[in-house]
């Protein structure tokens, strides 16, 4: 259950499109810089505004809690062509969350491999649901 939702008029869900895409996009001039680091934060940066962007277009609210793993939860309500594929990706949405701390907060310093993972997981997001989007404008 989400604990703080914030109603945003169903019209804006592109200006959060726009963040994914430039989120997305940074991620990927990132991991060419080899700033694993900022690829994994662009990572789950761009799949969180992609989540933010369908739930406004279809539900017209956002999570705005603290805690990023809430903005999962929106997606139940928000319906897909492929269910059983939107229900997967919650698995990739909760572990690429998981590797926010790490790569801003802690001393670790992230991987390449953990970068790719990251990439892997935000492009399997990404892709998914800004299609989703796609599909719904009329």
Same mark, same amino acid.
């Given at each position: 259950?989400?604990?703080?939702?914030?109603?945003?008029?169903?019209?804006?869900?592109?200006?959060?499109?726009?963040?994914?895409?430039?989120?997305?996009?940074?991620?990927?001039?990132?991991?060419?810089?080899?700033?694993?680091?900022?690829?994994?934060?662009?990572?789950?940066?761009?799949?969180?505004?992609?989540?933010?962007?369908?739930?406004?277009?279809?539900?017209?609210?956002?999570?705005?809690?603290?805690?990023?793993?809430?903005?999962?939860?929106?997606?139940?309500?928000?319906?897909?062509?492929? #269910?059983?594929?939107? &229900?997967? =990706? $919650?698995? *990739? /949405?909760?572990?690429? @969350?998981?590797?926010?701390?790490?790569?801003?907060?802690?001393?670790?310093?992230?991987?390449?491999?953990?970068?790719?993972?990251?990439?892997?997981?935000? #492009?399997?997001?990404? &892709?998914? =649901? $800004?299609? *989703? /989007?796609?599909?719904? @404008?009329?």
């Amino acid at each position: 259950p989400i604990t703080r939702q914030k109603f945003v008029s169903r019209d804006l869900y592109g200006n959060y499109v726009k963040k994914a895409e430039e989120f997305y996009e940074e991620m990927h001039s990132s991991f060419q810089k080899q700033h694993w680091n900022v690829c994994i934060s662009n990572a789950v940066l761009a799949a969180i505004a992609i989540i933010d962007a369908v739930a406004i277009q279809q539900l017209g609210k956002k999570s705005s809690s603290q805690n990023h793993i809430e903005a999962v939860f929106l997606l139940n309500d928000v319906k897909t062509s492929d #269910e059983n594929r939107k &229900s997967n =990706l $919650k698995t *990739e /949405i909760a572990e690429l @969350i998981e590797m926010k701390t790490p790569s801003q907060y802690s001393e670790k310093l992230m991987s390449k491999a953990e970068a790719e993972k990251a990439m892997n997981r935000c #492009e399997k997001i990404f &892709s998914f =649901l $800004k299609a *989703e /989007i796609e599909r719904k @404008i009329v």
